[in-house]
């Protein structure tokens, strides 16, 4: 924040003082390990710095160069059957990658290619189209993953050997074991 001190008069010291200009020094103490800490960092700004010049002279000279276009024919004619070739042998490993996975597919390969071409799935990996594929024709079982399968079995309540006559004496004449038995699950009613 800058101070506007146009305007002001200079201060003038008493009399039989000396005019004194004061400054303020701040002395701040570094261990070794961060005064080496922030000259390596230092040093690598300053080499990130030279490097983005350099890259940046090396743009400006590459921008400046003309563009040069070949127009041998035979170049072009070349490069476009290898990319050709390549393409071919892409789409190869990727039907042989599908067959070894769903060998189910071999059999309705021609179906296959009929889907893929459908406009919805047009730009789609060819292992994900397999796979909707298979899913839409009901050959693919999705593996469905949910609620734990009970393990308990069966629960089949606990007889307590009384009969109705003893639950009835026992709750008529003695209540408080009769409560105790009811809550531990000892007497069940059917």
């Known amino acids: 924040m800058e101070k506007n001190l146009e305007g002001l008069e200079p201060q003038n010291p008493p009399e039989g003082s000396t005019p004194t200009v004061e400054t303020v020094e701040e002395v701040v103490t570094l261990s070794k ?18 490097r983005a010049k350099k890259a940046e002279l090396k743009l400006e000279e590459l921008e400046s160069l003309p563009i040069e276009v070949s127009s041998e024919s035979g170049e072009d004619e070349g490069l476009s059957s290898l990319r050709a070739e390549i393409a071919d042998v892409k789409s190869k490993l990727q039907r042989s990658e599908v067959i070894e996975s769903y060998p189910k597919i071999k059999e309705l390969w021609s179906d296959f290619e009929e889907f893929r071409s459908d406009s919805d799935n047009k730009g789609m990996n060819m292992r994900t189209a397999a796979k909707a594929f298979l899913v839409e024709k009901g050959l693919l079982e999705p593996q469905r993953k949910g609620l734990e399968k009970p393990t308990g079995g069966p629960r089949t309540p606990i007889s307590t050997g009384m009969s109705v006559e003893d639950i009835k004496h026992l709750r008529e004449t003695n209540f408080k074991q009769y409560e105790e038995m009811l809550k531990k699950g000892q007497i069940k009613f059917n």
């Open 33 to 50: 390990k961060e005064l080496d800490d922030l000259t390596h960092k230092a040093e690598v700004s300053s080499q990130n710095f030279e």
